[in-house]
């Protein structure tokens, strides 16, 4: 069973300027979270879809961040502008869930964030 | 507000000794828990979770956690540490009412010495 894959691997930016981070779940994965980790801390959900549809976008910072499923697979992750303190490692998950909570979660390899 | 509190950034165990990875939680309601470990350069990888039942977990790689409610715990323990499980453990929490993310720990980061 192929893993959830992401692109890039690396990215760095200057501040103010814009990036996008792709996120490809496990098949058959209705589920899908982006997670913001900065050095020395755990993940930080930023958004979770379920299908195409936005279950939980409260801790995303809506002024810069966006985030769109379009079909209910694939998913891009967008930060314009960025800024310093958004240097962090950005991760994907997915998992089965529909109405169960506690399916664990499969997650990418993430991509590493670098704002100069 | 859910929260997890990992006391220890950093455990060092003798290969071959048994090692525990310190972990408590803060739900309103009852809670769901997963360890989860990383390895360097990859993503989170699932150990084991707790959704009710049984209060000792199995889970991969010979590790496994006990629940306590009454002391809001769920640490993780293996008896017999290997140099390869050196890595970083995450443990996290969710309320069952499914309403709420899941909440991370900050991380123990777990040294094997050989």
């Known amino acids: 069973e192929a893993g959830v894959a992401q692109s890039p691997r690396y990215k760095i930016i200057e501040k103010r300027q814009s990036v996008a981070f792709w996120c490809n779940p496990i098949?058959?994965?209705?589920?899908l979270y982006w997670y913001q980790q900065i050095l020395g801390q755990g993940p930080k959900l930023l958004i979770q879809?379920?299908?195409?549809?936005?279950?939980?976008d409260s801790q995303l910072p809506k002024d810069r961040f966006s985030a769109e499923r379009l079909k209910g697979v694939d998913s891009t992750l967008k930060i314009q502008p960025a800024k310093l303190e958004d240097s962090a490692v950005y991760l994907c998950a997915s998992s089965l869930e529909r109405q169960a909570t506690y399916n664990e979660q499969f997650f990418g390899p993430g991509t590493r964030l670098t704002v100069l | 507000a859910q929260s997890v509190a990992q006391p220890e950034d950093q455990v060092n165990v003798a290969e071959g000794n048994p090692l525990t990875v310190k972990c408590t939680y803060s739900v309103s309601g009852n809670p769901y828990l997963f360890w989860y470990v990383q390895y360097p350069n990859r993503g989170l990888q699932f150990l084991l979770k707790?959704?009710?039942?049984?209060?000792l977990v199995k889970g991969s790689y010979g590790f496994e956690a006990e629940f306590n409610k009454s002391q809001t715990s769920f640490h993780l323990k293996k008896p017999s540490a290997l140099v390869s499980d050196s890595a970083l453990y995450f443990c996290?929490?969710?309320?069952?009412?499914?309403?709420?993310?899941?909440?991370f720990g900050k991380g123990t980061r777990l040294s094997v010495i050989a």
């Open positions: 707790y959704i009710t039942g049984d209060n």
């Open positions: 879809f379920q299908n195409n549809g936005v279950v939980d």
């Open positions: 996290a929490v969710r309320d069952m009412s499914g309403n709420t993310p899941l909440v």
């Open positions: 098949s058959g994965h209705a589920t």
